[in-house]
């Protein structure tokens, strides 16, 4: 069974950096793309960032490109994203998730596997 658990997320002021980790665990992931998404209680989930594990190819949504980097680590099964220049509106509840197919996608609803989420804070 996929397991995904995010850490990292916490409290810091706006222009500062936070690095989110998603470790997985149960699944074959050089067959997978792995997102991150994040929620508020006013808005539905949306897209951040997603890289494809196999090739290293990567998409960002408009509101963090040239401010978010994500990656991952094949040796420790483990998907990172870097937030740097952090924004008030930043904050929310940030989900990772992994998808099973050859295309990459932006949309949540079609991915398989949930992390619990991590708290993420940004003061103005």
């Known amino acids: 069974q996929v397991q995904l658990v995010e850490s990292g997320g916490g409290l810091v002021q706006a222009g500062g950096s936070l690095r989110l980790s998603c470790a997985a665990s149960g699944g074959t992931f050089s067959r997978y793309n792995m997102g991150w998404f994040r929620q508020t209680p006013w808005k539905e989930r949306e897209f951040v960032a997603v890289?494809?594990?196999?090739?290293?190819?990567?998409e960002y949504a408009a509101s963090v490109k040239g401010r978010f980097t994500i990656s991952r680590d094949n040796a420790k099964n483990t998907v990172y994203l870097q937030m740097n220049s952090l924004k008030p509106e930043d904050t929310a509840v940030y989900y990772c998730?992994?998808?099973?197919?050859?295309?990459?996608?932006?949309?949540?609803?079609?991915?398989?596997?949930w992390g619990q989420g991590t708290q993420v804070t940004i003061s103005s």
């Open positions: 998730a992994a998808h099973r197919e050859v295309v990459v996608t932006t949309n949540w609803k079609l991915y398989d596997y």
């Open positions: 890289i494809r594990w196999s090739s290293g190819r990567t």
